[in-house]
């Protein structure tokens, strides 16, 4: 089954279910300046869930895309290193606000998993939230899983992923226990299930993620069980789809498999299972997308996360041997795959081209330059040992480095940072800064691509204008007032 076609059954399943299908919000969340993207489907209808907002449906369903590369849910780091994690992905949903609650929820994951998508019963695992005794009941007694598939879990903080079966939208508000669906990928692959020490390994996949908003907390800590109960379900289409196309990664499904053609078309790979081809192809659907939503490579909040997703991939185009701009020639191959599911990105492709063109020409020019330093100064660190905070800081500020980029190079080589004495050489370039005296943007150089702000910078250096504020080597300069 296509990835289209999942996403479809999903959302018809639902809509037979008297659910309104809802589009996909942007990924710039509106009205939330908190939240730095939209990370789950239910961000558009917070308002809903609070009270609020009505709408004139109380059930609803999306395919809603998401990101998840900064804020409470940053999975930039597991990219590469995991089957399941992307930046950009799109999460299925169902929603009721205030109408059916945990049991039809559980009911409709069912219904929808084994007759729908007809997964084999015994392949698939719940845990549920170590009180909700309820949830626990639903699933052994209405469903039929056997007990030793229900796995009881608690607020798990330890482990890197480990599961945390109690959900909440903030400090306080509204809030409620969750229930998860595993699907186990079988033996031969590391990892354990849910709950156990090895659940970080890639065998047992949380695929479907069940919340059942329950409760009201205080500031004081106490929970109120809400007059009206909600429900706000996550199913991440790529797990589903490499379920259902009968394969362990997400990178291997359909929609994958041709972005990474079309990252070994570009950089010259011929290793269709090189690392970097599937960083690359995950990174063009978050960067397209970012762009499509309006957020623009800079130096701060949104937009520099963006520039270090860009950073990134053309960090892996540079690692495959493509030394030119070539991360903006896959967007076209976006488009093929998912322009019809999300015609906006149809429509803005030629800027979404345009701007990561810009971006690739403006890092270009020192990325190989800083790989250079990079890989003289790794020279001299033994694996397991620190690269210096120096280093760290020269790569940001003078290569346009974020500081996460040399991370990861340092992480492929077993080498740790030293984020201290980083942040030490971060503060002394900003107190040298406010001591110079005061400043102000550079006038005229307002953000308007690469090309102005390094024309201003080199023009504004010849008259010994510029001062070092600069937070990474191709951020906007600003010169001293006057
Ligand atoms: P994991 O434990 O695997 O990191 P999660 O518990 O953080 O997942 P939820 O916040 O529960 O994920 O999101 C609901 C669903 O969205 C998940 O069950 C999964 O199918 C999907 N999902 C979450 N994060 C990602 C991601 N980074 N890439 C792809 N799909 C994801
Ligand atoms: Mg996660
Ligand atoms: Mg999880
Ligand atoms: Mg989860």
């Given amino acids: 089954m296509k990835s289209a076609e999942i996403r479809q059954k999903f959302l018809q399943f639902f809509e037979s279910k008297g659910h309104a299908i809802v589009p996909s919000s942007s990924l710039v969340p509106a009205n939330d300046p908190t939240l730095l993207f939209t990370n789950s489907g239910m961000v558009q209808f917070k308002d809903v869930f609070l009270g609020n907002e009505v709408r ?70 719940v845990t549920v939230y170590q009180e909700d005794d309820e949830a626990y009941g639903i699933w052994q007694n209405e469903i039929g899983v056997p007990a030793e598939r229900i796995i009881r879990i608690g607020d798990n903080k330890g482990a890197r992923y480990a599961s945390d079966n109690f959900w909440q939208m903030a400090d306080t ?25 090895e659940e970080d390994g890639d065998r047992y996949i ?34 589903i789809a490499a379920v259902l196309q ?36 995950d990174h063009i659907r978050a960067c397209s997308f970012l762009i499509v939503d309006g957020v623009i490579p800079g130096n701060e909040g949104r937009g520099y996360v963006l520039r270090r997703i860009i950073r990134r991939a053309l960090r892996h185009g540079y690692k495959l041997g493509q030394t030119k701009p070539f991360f903006y020639r896959i967007v076209k191959d976006l488009v093929a795959e998912m322009g019809e599911a999300y015609p906006e990105l149809a429509k803005a492709e030629t800027r979404v081209e345009q701007v990561l063109r810009q971006e690739e020409e403006r890092f270009g020019e020192t990325l190989e330059h800083g790989m250079k330093i990079l890989d003289g100064a790794l020279a001299a660190v033994e694996p397991g040992a620190e ?35 980083f942040e030490t050489a971060m503060t002394r370039q900003r107190e040298q800064a406010r001591a110079a005296g005061k400043f102000k943007m550079a006038a005229g150089l307002s953000y308007d691509g690469a090309k102005t702000v390094f024309e201003g910078y080199t023009h504004l250096a010849a008259q010994g204008k510029v001062t070092a504020l600069y937070v990474d080597g191709a951020s906007v300069p600003r010169v001293e007032a006057g």
């Fill in 387 to 421: 690269l210096d905070g120096e280093t760290l800081f020269n790569l940001y500020d003078t290569y346009g480095f974020p500081v996460d980029l040399t991370a990861d190079i340092c992480r492929e080589r077993n080498v740790e940072v030293d984020m201290a004495g």
């Fill in 56 to 125: 004139p449906y109380k059930r609803a369903t999306s395919s809603q895309r998401s990101v998840r590369a900064g804020g409470k849910h940053n999975d930039l780091e597991n990219v590469g290193y995991t089957a399941r994690h992307h930046t950009f992905f799109e999460m299925l949903g169902n929603f009721s606000f205030g109408d059916y609650f945990k049991r039809d929820a559980i009911h409709y994951a069912w219904e929808l998993l084994t007759t729908v998508y007809k997964l084999p019963k015994e392949k698939l695992w």
């Fill in 206 to 239: 949380e695929i479907w993620n069940l919340v059942f908003m329950q409760f009201d907390r205080d500031a004081a800590g106490t929970l109120t069980p809400l007059p009206k109960p909600c429900v706000d379900t996550g199913m991440g289409l790529e797990r």
């Fill in 246 to 281: 009968h394969v362990h990664s997400n990178y291997e499904i359909d929609l994958f498999q041709n972005l990474i053609k079309a990252a070994a078309r570009e950089t010259g790979c011929t290793d269709l299972a090189n690392n970097s081809l599937k960083v690359i192809a």
């Fill in 173 to 197: 508000g509204p809030c409620g226990p969750c229930s998860e669906i595993f699907y186990d990928h079988g033996p031969g692959i590391w990892g354990g299930p849910p709950g156990s020490p």
